[in-house]
């Protein structure tokens, strides 16, 4: 099955990064944080979508190490590929679709109620999921 969005898990030595969406009308994950990504245009894989995007968002350009497989909203309606990536740079120039941006540490975050708390910012839906099954997989 093909995706029909795509993000990036994406790694410079411990850190991973995640972003806080922009609060923008007719953006179902509005103001949510969440890692980057977006949806796959016409004629482009998942992986080219993972990696347009994070640069369209974050200005960081990513090395593809491997698919993390396909997550599904829990209204089945988007299918998203997520992807572990990794970039020498750390040096983030955001877009208007992010807010803010963070590196973080996966002892930064609290894990409880199927959330991940993260400084003051709640993490859930597909972000926790891929964040969780990585995590659990890799030690």
């Known amino acids: 099955m093909e995706c029909m969005a795509a993000v990036a898990l994406i790694f410079n030595r411990d850190k991973?990064?995640?972003?806080?969406?922009?609060?923008?009308?007719?953006?179902?994950?509005?103001?949510?944080?969440?890692?980057?990504?977006?949806?796959?245009?016409?004629?482009?894989?998942?992986e080219q979508a993972a990696i347009r995007e994070t640069m369209e968002e974050v200005g960081?350009?990513?090395?593809?190490?491997?698919?993390?497989?396909?997550?599904?909203?829990?209204?089945?309606?988007?299918?998203?590929?997520?992807?572990?990536?990794?970039?020498?740079?750390?040096?983030?120039?955001?877009?208007?679709?992010?807010?803010k941006y963070f590196w973080a540490t996966r002892e930064e975050l609290m894990h409880k109620n199927e959330t991940y708390k993260f400084r003051d910012y709640i993490v859930f839906g597909l972000t926790y999921r891929i964040l969780y099954d990585y995590f659990s997989s890799n030690p």
């Open 60 to 99: 960081l350009p990513i090395t593809v190490k491997r698919s993390l497989g396909i997550y599904h909203t829990l209204n089945g309606n988007v299918s998203v590929e997520a992807y572990e990536c990794f970039s020498t740079e750390t040096a983030i120039h955001p877009d208007n679709e992010i807010s």
């Open 16 to 46: 991973f990064l995640l972003i806080k969406r922009a609060e923008q009308d007719g953006d179902p994950w509005s103001g949510q944080m969440a890692l980057p990504g977006g949806h796959r245009e016409r004629n482009e894989s998942c």
